[in-house]
């Protein structure tokens, strides 16, 4: 089983910016596509961005789009997600997922992943 990690969460003021990684150990993010989703208290899950396990392809989130953006480094085996002008509506725990179905491009939809990390905690407040 993939075994997936979050880390860069934290708390930031209203504008700020954070970089959220995902890595794994033992496999190859390269043959997934990976998505980052979040949850806010008393939400459902949804997705924010995704990446195709070559990069060609990326989606991102109406809401978060012109923001956020998702990329991946192939020599760290590492996808980020670069937050910026971070707003209240934000806050959440944010996971990064891996689907081995959906590899050649991605779907925002949480339901397509298999493999999910922990999550981060991120809380966009003054």
């Known amino acids: 089983q993939l075994q997936l990690a979050e880390s860069g969460g934290g708390l930031v003021q209203p504008g700020g910016s954070l970089r959220l990684s995902c890595a794994a150990s033992?496999?190859?993010?390269?043959?997934?596509?990976i998505g980052w989703s979040r949850q806010a208290p008393g939400k459902k899950r949804e997705g924010v961005a995704c990446i195709s396990a070559d990069g060609s392809d990326t989606y991102l989130r109406s809401s978060v789009n012109g923001r956020f953006r998702i990329d991946r480094d192939a020599a760290k085996n590492t996808v980020y997600l670069q937050m910026n002008n971070l707003e209240p509506a934000d806050t959440a725990v944010y996971y990064c997922?891996?689907?081995?179905?959906?590899?050649?491009?991605?779907?925002?939809?949480?339901?397509?992943?298999?493999?999910w990390g922990p999550g981060t905690q991120v809380t966009v407040s003054s």
């Open positions: 997922a891996a689907s081995a179905t959906v590899s050649k491009t991605c779907v925002l939809g949480v339901e397509w992943y298999d493999d």
């Open positions: 033992g496999h190859n993010l390269g043959e997934y596509a």
